[in-house]
């Protein structure tokens, strides 16, 4: 059996369906997110390095390595093999939290600096604060929406000593 030669060579081979992301993912909502986090967060990082305000190219640069892990984690389904994680609620601390830091370095480095390449930096980081306070947002639905499911709907109330001495006599 022969395999048509336009097929063997548009597909790509095996091992490399382990290293590409899901294309399902890069399509989805949080992939989009997850992509313009990260790309964002290079650009802010050649920014400040060649910026008088180079003192900040830290955070944009772990940022970057994050959103790019997570990015692959999830296209690669690695959220599903790894139940010990409780993904949502790590990918939630990390938008918070580079919410936070970018608009702080933004406004420090529009403020204080001049030069044209600290000023880029900082409008970036303003994109990249919004980008991640939407991400934030998203997330925070999705933890409220599991955190509904998984409680019972009318909780237990504790019993009493005088309930347990009743079931005890029967």
């Known amino acids: 059996m022969e395999e048509d030669p336009e097929t063997a060579e548009s597909a790509p081979p095996p091992e490399l369906h382990t ?3 899901h294309i399902g993912f890069v399509r989805s909502r949080k992939g989009k997110l997850l992509l313009a986090e990260s790309v964002l967060s290079f650009i802010i990082f050649v920014c400040y390095i060649s910026s008088l305000s180079s003192s900040f190219m830290m955070a944009p640069l772990l940022e970057f390595l ?6 692959f984690a999830y296209a690669s389904q690695l959220n ?16 918070v939290t580079a919410a936070i830091i970018y ?3 933004s406004i420090a480095a529009v403020a204080k600096y001049n030069d044209a390449a600290s000023k880029a930096g900082g409008v970036f980081g303003f994109v990249a604060t919004i980008v991640f306070a939407i991400d934030c947002y998203i997330t925070f639905n999705e933890l409220m929406t599991f955190l509904k499911h998984s409680s019972p709907a009318t909780p237990e109330r504790p019993k009493t000593e005088d309930e347990d001495s009743d079931s005890d006599a029967n």
């Open 19 to 21: 290293v590409l992301p």
């Open 66 to 71: 994050v959103a790019l892990f997570l990015f």
């Open 80 to 95: 599903e093999k790894f139940k010990g994680v409780y993904w949502p609620l790590a990918d939630f601390l990390r938008c």
């Open 103 to 105: 608009f702080a370095i």
